[in-house]
C-alpha cells in the first residue's frame, strides 16, 4: 500500500481566475515519469472554482472522465449537447472516445470543489457518451467497463467498518474526513495505492467519505 498525502499533490490552475487545482498523478507541467498510473487511473484532480470562474471549452480523447462533487454546482456542456448541473452525491462520466468537447463552469453563487477522475479506456477509440447518476447511494457500485474499473462510494460513521474491495489494484481517495486503512490514518485530500487487495477495512475514524476504485490487472 502506498499512502500519497494531500500536500505532496502538484498545485496547478489560476488562482488569478478563481480556479485552483491539486493534482495527485503526473499532469501537465508537472510531469513525473514515475506517477502516470495506478491501474487504470491516469489523473485524479481536486478542483476548486470561485463562483462565476470556470474552463473554457477544451477538448478530450481516449479517457474516461468521472465527476464527483463535493460542495457547490457544477455546470456541465459539452459538443454531443449534453448540458447538466451536476451536484453531491450525483456521478457524471463523460466518455470522450475518439473525441469531445467540454465546459466546466461554477455559475452559481457559492464556491465549487470537485474531484475529477480520468481513468484510460481498454480500446481507442468509438462514439462519446455521457451519463449522470443523480443523488448515487451509499455503497452503490459503479461500473466503468471500458476501463475495466468499479467505482465504490462509501460514507462512513465515526467507528464504521467498510470492506476495501479486492483486486488486483485499487485506489481510493478520501474526499472528506479521517479513515484508519491498515496501521494509515488517512484525511482529506489523501490516497493509497493498493496491489493485490485482499481482506482489508477501512474505518471512519471520523465521519468520512471515501472514493474506491477497484480494477483489474
Same mark, same amino acid.
Given at each position: 500500500?502506498?499512502?500519497?498525502?494531500?500536500?505532496?499533490?502538484?498545485?496547478?490552475?489560476?488562482?488569478?481566475?478563481?480556479?485552483?487545482?491539486?493534482?495527485?498523478?503526473?499532469?501537465?507541467?508537472?510531469?513525473?515519469?514515475?506517477?502516470?498510473?495506478?491501474?487504470?487511473?491516469?489523473?485524479?484532480?481536486?478542483?476548486?472554482?470561485?463562483?462565476?470562474?470556470?474552463?473554457?471549452?477544451?477538448?478530450?480523447?481516449?479517457?474516461?472522465?468521472?465527476?464527483?462533487?463535493?460542495?457547490?454546482?457544477?455546470?456541465?456542456? +459539452? %459538443? *454531443?449537447?449534453?448540458?447538466?448541473?451536476?451536484?453531491?452525491?450525483?456521478?457524471?462520466?463523460?466518455?470522450? @472516445? =475518439? !473525441?469531445? /468537447?467540454?465546459?466546466?463552469?461554477?455559475?452559481?453563487?457559492?464556491?465549487?470543489?470537485?474531484?475529477?477522475?480520468?481513468?484510460?479506456?481498454?480500446?481507442?477509440?468509438?462514439?462519446?457518451?455521457?451519463?449522470?447518476?443523480?443523488?448515487?447511494? +451509499? %455503497? *452503490?457500485?459503479?461500473?466503468?467497463?471500458?476501463?475495466?474499473?468499479?467505482?465504490?462510494?462509501?460514507?462512513? @460513521? =465515526? !467507528?464504521? /467498518?467498510?470492506?476495501?474491495?479486492?483486486?488486483?489494484?485499487?485506489?481510493?481517495?478520501?474526499?472528506?474526513?479521517?479513515?484508519?486503512?491498515?496501521?494509515?490514518?488517512?484525511?482529506?485530500?489523501?490516497?493509497?495505492?493498493?496491489?493485490?487487495?485482499?481482506?482489508?477495512?477501512?474505518?471512519?475514524?471520523?465521519?468520512?467519505?471515501?472514493?474506491?476504485?477497484?480494477?483489474?490487472?
Amino acid at each position: 500500500m502506498d499512502v500519497r498525502r494531500a500536500d505532496e499533490r502538484h498545485p496547478g490552475g489560476e488562482p488569478e481566475a478563481g480556479i485552483e487545482s491539486w493534482h495527485a498523478f503526473s499532469f501537465g507541467p508537472h510531469y513525473d515519469p514515475g506517477n502516470l498510473r495506478f491501474g487504470a487511473v491516469i489523473a485524479c484532480n481536486e478542483e476548486r472554482l470561485a463562483p462565476g470562474a470556470g474552463f473554457g471549452e477544451h477538448p478530450h480523447s481516449h479517457t474516461e472522465i468521472i465527476t464527483w462533487v463535493v460542495e457547490g454546482e457544477l455546470t456541465h456542456r +459539452d %459538443s *454531443t449537447g449534453h448540458e447538466t448541473c451536476v451536484r453531491p452525491g450525483d456521478v457524471q462520466r463523460l466518455s470522450a @472516445a =475518439a !473525441g469531445v /468537447r467540454h465546459v466546466e463552469r461554477n455559475d452559481g453563487s457559492s464556491p465549487l470543489t470537485f474531484v475529477q477522475m480520468w481513468l484510460a479506456p481498454r480500446e481507442p477509440g468509438g462514439e462519446p457518451s455521457y451519463e449522470i447518476i443523480p443523488g448515487i447511494a +451509499d %455503497s *452503490t457500485p459503479y461500473a466503468v467497463p471500458e476501463s475495466g474499473a468499479m467505482l465504490h462510494i462509501r460514507r462512513l @460513521a =465515526a !467507528g464504521e /467498518r467498510t470492506a476495501v474491495p479486492d483486486g488486483a489494484f485499487v485506489y481510493v481517495h478520501v474526499v472528506r474526513g479521517t479513515v484508519r486503512l491498515a496501521d494509515e490514518e488517512l484525511d482529506a485530500g489523501d490516497s493509497a495505492r493498493i496491489t493485490d487487495a485482499r481482506g482489508l477495512e477501512a474505518v471512519g475514524v471520523t465521519a468520512t467519505e471515501l472514493l474506491m476504485w477497484e480494477m483489474g490487472g
